[in-house]
């Protein structure tokens, strides 16, 4: 068994490669820290972006919602005054409905993510962080923004000073994470935002200490390239948090909780300082244009993880 934690396209993607690899051996686990309700829908993200790539569904140009989906409910609800910066596919609003179905009759955010896994036919399993509710909110100068504020509706145009998880440290972890966890032969943190995606996947409960306790080779795959994010606002925020935009932050970041870090070709001249970090450094092709780049860095980086040395 292999444990991911994921979140945002890049963790989606290299979740791809891990489930062709694995199939029913992988267990991803994903942030929930950027979910919200919307029009009375409760929307989970990164759930939903990894949930279509393993289905081998997720829009192929944007790397998130429904590929092929229409949008006449969107224009539906603009002709109607209703809000439209966050964008609703009509094949994507089955997945919220059917949450919203299965959430209001008692079962938990555990047991819906898996039976929609289960009718997407992905045999890897899904699971949420917590069933427990747990919400991003950044600090600027406007104030404490939520999330998909932030994200979606601003596009991250403004600058950031601090994060925050709230619910983070009350909530806990579900029984199949901690299962997870404990039984993998290795965890893979994916080339995921560190302050958005993993950082709230480790601020939950007792969520670091399991991490610590697993017998298993922990390693990471930066989400840096040549000092830009492939996707997203990981350099941006590494820039106003106050850190160069590096893999060398990444590992900085991750010190003392990893034991080898996975960087890209652009980044070679930064393996030495990433060793002084305490870990091990591996380097190769670390982008993924397509399903085939996802497999093979995939491989690559079990391999790595595998000759690696475990000391607790």
């Not at 140009?61 to 429904?66: D, L, M, S």
């Not at 994200?151 to 997870?180: E, H, K, M, T, Y």
């Not at 480790?202 to 994010?229: E, K, N, T």
Request: aromatic letters at 6%; a negative charge.
């Amino acid at each position: 068994m292999i444990a991911a934690l994921a979140g945002g396209v890049g963790g989606a993607r290299l979740s791809r490669g891990l489930a062709a690899l694995l199939g029913d051996h992988l267990s991803v686990i994903v942030n929930t820290g950027d979910d919200f309700e919307h029009l009375g829908l409760p929307i989970s993200p990164d759930l939903d972006t990894v949930t279509y790539t393993l289905a081998g569904r997720a829009n192929p140009e944007t790397g998130w919602g429904v590929a092929g989906d229409t949008w006449n409910f969107m224009a539906q609800l603009r002709d109607l005054g209703g809000p439209d910066w966050f964008l609703l596919g009509d094949r994507d609003l089955a997945t919220h409905l059917l949450r919203r179905e299965w959430l209001s009759r008692g079962d938990s955010l555990t047991q819906v993510t898996h039976r929609l896994a289960q009718r997407y036919g992905i045999a890897s399993r899904i699971l949420p962080m917590s069933d427990d509710i747990v919400r991003t909110r950044v600090q600027t100068k406007e104030g404490l923004l939520d999330f998909q504020d932030y994200f979606v509706r601003r596009r991250c145009d403004v600058v950031i000073s601090d994060l925050q998880f709230d619910g983070a440290s009350s909530a806990r972890v579900p029984v199949a994470v901690a299962g997870a966890i404990a039984e993998a032969k290795a965890i893979v943190f994916c080339p995921s935002n560190p302050y958005v995606s993993i950082d709230p996947i480790l601020a939950v409960g007792d969520m670091h200490a399991h991490l610590m306790a697993a017998r298993a080779p922990r390693v990471a795959v930066s989400p840096i390239i040549g000092g830009a994010a492939v996707k997203g606002p990981a350099a941006k925020m590494m820039r106003e948090l106050g850190h160069a935009s590096s893999s060398l932050t990444v590992a900085e970041k991750y010190r003392g909780l990893l034991h080898g870090l996975v960087i890209d070709n652009a980044d070679a001249p930064l393996a030495p300082a990433i060793e002084a970090c305490g870990m091990a450094v591996l380097i190769t092709d670390t982008l993924m244009r397509n399903a085939e780049d996802s497999e093979r860095l995939a491989a690559t980086v079990l391999r790595f993880a595998e000759s690696l040395p475990i000391d607790g």
